[in-house]
C-alpha cells in the first residue's frame, strides 16, 4: 500500500474525539490556496508543545457518515490535506512549511500531530478462509459512477483483526434466475462486482480504496463485502 494513499484515505472519527490547532494564514497571504512549499502560521506554539521539526497533519472535517443497515452514527469523514513541517516556534503561535499537498489548502484548515503506523512493503495478502464480512458505509467523494482508486470505508477495523493491506471482495449474493423450463426460480452463484484494500483501519472502521470494479460501475453504499486475501502474520 503505497504511503501517500494510506494517508489520502483518511479515517472516520467522532467529531468530539478531533484534536488539533488552525492554520491562521499563508505567506505570502490572500493566495488562492496553499500548496506544497508554502509557509503557513500556526495558532499553536511552545505553550502547546510545539517544537521545530515537528511534523503535523493538515486535515478537514468532512461529512457525517451513518451506517446504511443499523443507522449507527459511524463520526465523520476526517479528510486528510498535507502536511507540514515546523520552522520556528513562538510562545502562541509558529512557523510551518507544507511539505505534502495532496488538496488545496486553506486558512481555516486545521492540524494535528501525525501518527506513525507501519505499512507492510516486502509481503504480499494471500489468500485466507477466515469468515469476516463487512458493509461498504461511504465513499469519500460520492460521484454518479464508481472506478478503480475511489477511497470508500468499511464496518470493520483494528477490533476484527484488519490491517493495512487486507483484501475484500465486493459480492452481490442470493441471486435466482428462472428457469426457462419450468419458471421455477433457481439460485445462481453470486456476483463478483469488485474489489478492495484495506488503507488505514480504526478501532471500528477502515478507509479502503477500490483496487477493482470488474465493469461494474454502480457500486454503492451498502454493498456487502467479505474478506479474501490477508496479509501473513
Known sequence: VPRKLLFVGGYLIQEEEIEG?????SEPPDINHITTYHTVYLNWGEEDGVEVGDDFTVFRIGKGVTHPVTGEDLGVILRVLGHLKIEEVLARSSTAE?????????PGDRFMP???????????????????EATLVAFRDPGDISKPFDIVYIDLGEESGVIVGDVFEIYRGDRTMDDPETGEPRAISD??????????????????????????????IGETLRLVKRIPG
Open 114 to 132: 501525525t501518527e506513525e503506523f507501519e505499512i507492510p512493503t516486502e509481503v504480499s495478502p494471500l489468500p485466507t478462509s477466515d469468515m469476516l
Open 191 to 220: 456476483l463478483i462486482v469488485g474489489e478492495l484494500q484495506v488503507l488505514r483501519p480504526k478501532d471500528a472502521t477502515s478507509s479502503a480504496f477500490l483496487t477493482a470494479t470488474n465493469g461494474y460501475l454502480d457500486i454503492q
Open 21 to 25: 490547532g488552525t492554520i491562521m494564514e
Open 98 to 106: 507544507i511539505v505534502e499537498s495532496y488538496e488545496p489548502i486553506f
